[in-house]
């Protein structure tokens, strides 16, 4: 028995409408699942929730560090936060050894900061620096330094640290 044309016709339209709206449905759940997840992730590496972190070993104590590796992460540093939690830092990684100078600009608690060599050495300290130090100030160790540790005031005492003493970074 033989179909007739329009009937085939029809049936081949509503199966080609079918089709398509399972596709549109299809486009719209994804949508719905991966835009929403799409701009989270766009939000947490634009507003900086995501790190660079590393842990650092001074002594017997691990340190979680943001790292500051770039021009405009050196510059900004931990300038306008209200404070660092404890056995935290920014640890600063310069491009070439050089007597880099660490101001105080929009600061809002005191900081201990230890300047180290290529090897991890630490060959100035200056303990306490404080916010109205800036802008008359700007700490400059006396010898070329490849990194700097900015930790909380206190730090260096609590950890008994002195000149000569390595950080073992990972």
Not at 21 to 46: D, G, R
Not at 52 to 77: F, M, Q, Y
Request: glycine share 4%; net charge negative; charged share 25%.
């Amino acid at each position: 028995m033989r179909i007739p044309k329009r009937i085939s016709f029809t049936r081949t339209f509503f199966t080609l409408l079918l089709k398509i709206a399972i596709l549109v449905c299809l486009y719209i759940l994804i949508s719905v699942y991966t835009i929403p997840v799409y701009k989270t992730m766009k939000a947490f590496v634009e507003e900086k929730f995501v790190t660079n972190t590393k842990v650092i070993i001074i002594g017997d104590s691990a340190v979680t560090v943001e790292i500051a590796d770039t021009h405009d992460e050196r510059i900004l540093g931990l300038s306008g936060r209200e404070f660092l939690k404890p056995n935290t830092g920014m640890f600063f990684v310069f491009d070439d050894p050089d007597t880099y100078g660490i101001w105080m600009k929009d600061m809002k608690f005191n900081l201990d900061i230890i300047w180290l060599d290529q090897f991890g050495e630490i060959i100035h300290i200056k303990e306490d620096a404080t916010p109205e130090s800036y802008p008359d100030t700007t700490f400059v160790p006396e010898k070329p330094a490849l990194y700097v540790l900015e930790v909380p005031a206190g730090f260096i005492q609590e950890k008994h640290l002195e000149l000569g003493d390595r950080i073992d970074f990972y």
